[in-house]
């Protein structure tokens, strides 16, 4: 019935594996795990070879990606219903899996969110910009995202129909890191599938520094315009990228394209030391986008 799917790059998932393990036990229906490694390093493909006996465990020779990579998991699995889980998530209820099969047998959703959560403890200074972000902008209630079941889905932790999956796949032309989901769940809205929401969060375990969230967030804005571009620059999807509306409401200021050339080096320095502040956060991302725009043009004949 239930197939619990995790991505796996470079990441420790034995903690996790044994905890759905556990979960999984004594239930009445037949719940699998699925790992798919995406071409970790040879310390972790032995990590996970010791998970076989447990889990389902598929290592690829070459890395394919975030997209490719979840469509790659229909291939490995016959059942109904994919429970997506990032490997560096962290189970916070121990019904978590009881939760989401009490949903689904009376609901029978397409797509199902159940979001996640950060720890509450102020993490070190140089882990802090991503913790703070995590918490004030991904980490939305329940509450807020039944009010906008669309725009606060996220690929962490959701589950959806294998139909619904074959029929409507992760874009297999994004590559990298970042807004594979924005387009993904843009193209259920625009097809008609709702995302249902349920309150049943995991821990976001893993805290990139702030410069790995930077060099993060420089691939994310660079797939961002790739989406944009894929998505055929439809004004309905621009509504709910607020950096790139705004960037385009000031795309021709030649004064504030100066001047946030000119800080760029500045905002980024001061981020990664440890001042995580939201606003210089996003003035930083604006900065970027002229820069990747700019580069955009140089390449045109």
């Not at 799917?5 to 470079?10: F, G, K, W």
């Not at 229906?29 to 998970?51: G, K, P, R």
């Not at 939201?278 to 991302?285: C, R």
Request: aromatic fraction near 12%; include cysteine; charged fraction near 25%.
């Amino acid at each position: 019935m239930l197939a619990v799917c995790i991505p796996v790059y470079n990441q420790n998932v034995e903690r996790l594996v044994n905890e759905l393990i556990a979960q999984s036990k004594d239930l009445q229906e037949e719940i699998s795990i699925v790992l798919i490694d995406d071409a970790s390093s040879e310390e972790f493909q032995l990590q996970y070879n010791i998970l076989k006996e447990y889990t389902q465990v598929i290592q690829l020779e070459i890395n394919i990606g975030r997209s490719k990579i979840r469509n790659l998991f229909l291939k490995y699995t016959e059942a109904k219903f994919l429970l997506f889980l990032d490997c560096d998530s962290e189970l916070v209820r121990p019904d978590f899996i009881c939760k989401y099969l009490d949903f689904i047998r009376v609901q029978k959703p397409l797509v199902l969110f159940g979001a996640s959560i950060y720890q509450k403890e102020v993490p070190r200074i140089y882990y802090r910009l991503r913790w703070k972000y995590g918490n004030i902008i991904e980490s939305k209630s329940f509450e807020d995202r039944e009010n906008n079941p669309n725009l606060a889905f996220k690929t962490n932790n959701f589950i959806v129909d294998r139909k619904v999956l074959e029929a409507h796949p992760f874009n297999a032309l994004i590559s990298g890191y970042g807004h594979e989901d924005t387009l993904f769940g843009f193209e259920l809205e625009q097809n008609g599938i709702v995302i249902c929401h349920i309150d049943n969060p995991v821990l976001n375990a893993h805290l990139d520094s702030n410069t790995q969230f930077l060099h993060k967030t420089d691939e994310a804005l660079s797939n961002l315009l790739h989406v944009w571009s894929l998505s055929g620059e439809n004004e309905k999807l621009l509504e709910r990228l607020k950096i790139l509306t705004t960037y385009f409401k000031y795309e021709h200021s030649f004064p504030l394209r100066l001047a946030l050339k000119s800080f760029s080096g500045l905002f980024r320095f001061i981020l990664e030391i440890g001042f995580a502040n939201l606003t210089l956060y996003n003035l930083y991302k604006l900065s970027y986008l002229f820069k990747l725009r700019s580069a955009e043009r140089k390449e045109q004949p």
